[in-house]
């Protein structure tokens, strides 16, 4: 499996970002799907996942996350954003055949190259 992050960039407090996971490989679709963040000098932190049934939860009630396995893609919409958001966001794959939701960075194989996302104030 292979992702790829993109729709990073730099927003105004209280806009708005959707990021996308692009993945590849057949067993996309059936990935249990995570985003993480990492800000300067923190550890990576879970933000939210999916799973291939679409099951979804996020830490943040100001984030969802969906996926279109039809694109093979999965997204991570953040509104109301905060300059404490401000970091680069990663997406990864636990791996096929694993259908359970995980917040360790450490329990999923595949990983996106990130996208950065600042939000100023």
């Known amino acids: 499996v292979q992702l790829q992050a993109s729709g990073g960039g730099l927003v105004q407090a209280g806009g708005s970002l959707r990021l996308s996971c692009a993945g590849s490989g057949r067993t996309f679709s059936n990935n249990v799907v995570g985003w993480f963040s990492q800000a300067p000098g923190k550890e990576r932190e879970f933000v939210g996942a999916v799973s291939g049934n679409g099951g979804a939860t996020t830490v943040s009630g100001r984030f969802s996350i969906s996926r279109d396995n039809a694109k093979n893609t999965v997204y991570l919409q953040m509104n109301s954003l905060k300059p404490e958001d401000t970091a680069v966001y990663y997406c990864?794959?636990?791996?096929?055949?694993?259908?359970?939701?995980?917040?360790?960075?450490?329990?999923?194989?595949?990983w996106g190259q990130g996208t950065q996302v600042t939000v100023s104030s």
């Open positions: 990864a794959a636990r791996g096929s055949g694993v259908t359970v939701i995980a917040r360790s960075p450490r329990q999923y194989l595949y």
